[in-house]
């Protein structure tokens, strides 16, 4: 059983920066294959990003590839998603997830989630 926690998210402005953490429960984080999805008002949730348990593979969606960047600290059960210039249409709530990514860019491929937190972006 794993249970995520997301931070960080708020209100920035176009072009601006932010970092979101995801904080884990449990001792088995590192085997575990990590992921950020989002959920704009009226859509569906939608892969951002993906980090092998090492920390070595990331995958990107197109709309992440040059502004979004994933990480993990592995020591501190936390996976990063640092997003750069940010666009109106990441406004959205971001939501951490944990599983074995089969398949890696669907939400079937992931048993835990997180509450998510809120991003908004403004133009």
């Known amino acids: 059983q794993v249970q995520l926690v997301e931070s960080g998210g708020g209100l920035v402005q176009a072009g601006g920066s932010l970092r979101l953490s995801c904080a884990a429960s449990?001792?088995?984080?590192?085997?575990?294959?990590m992921a950020w999805f989002r959920q704009a008002p009226g859509k569906e949730r939608e892969f951002v990003a993906f980090i092998s348990g090492s920390g070595v593979y990331t995958y990107y969606a197109d709309s992440a590839k040059g502004r979004f960047t994933i990480s993990r600290d592995n020591a501190k059960n936390t996976v990063f998603l640092q997003m750069n210039s940010l666009k109106s249409e990441d406004t959205a709530v971001y939501y951490c997830?944990?599983?074995?990514?089969?398949?890696?860019?669907?939400?079937?491929?992931?048993?835990?989630w997180g509450q998510g937190t809120q991003v908004t972006v403004s133009s």
């Open positions: 449990g001792r088995t984080f590192s085997t575990y294959v």
């Open positions: 997830a944990a599983g074995n990514a089969r398949p890696l860019t669907t939400t079937r491929g992931y048993d835990y």
